[in-house]
């Protein structure tokens, strides 16, 4: 016997790739889909979040840019009313400087 026997080759092993069977695909494909989802999910929040704290920093833009316009309108009323008493106390003045050149003539 030249080529020996089998018990004579070494014997070696193979990997070999494991498919799921009929029976356990459906878990990897339920598995594999709630994992695509979660992560859909995640990034909606992720954005949602980003949304909501841009609106936030608008809304505090505008506060401020209102805040501002008030006192704009404000100091603006202050200074009508001032303009206002200003006229009336010329008015009231003009009226009884009439007055005393009526009764000088």
């Known amino acids: 016997m ?3 026997s089998r018990a004579d080759k070494p014997k070696t092993k193979t990997m070999q790739l494991e498919l799921p069977n009929s029976r356990t695909l459906p ?3 339920i598995s594999a889909s709630f994992a695509a989802i979660v992560a859909m999910w995640m990034e909606v929040r992720r954005i949602e ?6 609106l936030r920093e ?3 833009q505008c506060d401020e840019a209102m805040k501002a316009q ?6 603006a009323r202050r200074e009508l009313d001032r303009y206002k008493t200003e006229q009336a ?3 009231q003045k003009t009226v009884l400087d009439i007055a005393k050149i009526k ?3």
């Open 58 to 60: 608008q809304r505090l």
């Open 49 to 54: 979040d980003a949304c909501d704290q841009k």
């Open 2 to 4: 030249s080529g020996g």
């Open 70 to 75: 008030e006192a704009r309108i404000d100091e």
């Open 27 to 29: 878990y990897y494909v």
């Open 103 to 105: 009764q000088q003539q």
């Open 89 to 91: 106390q010329l008015f």
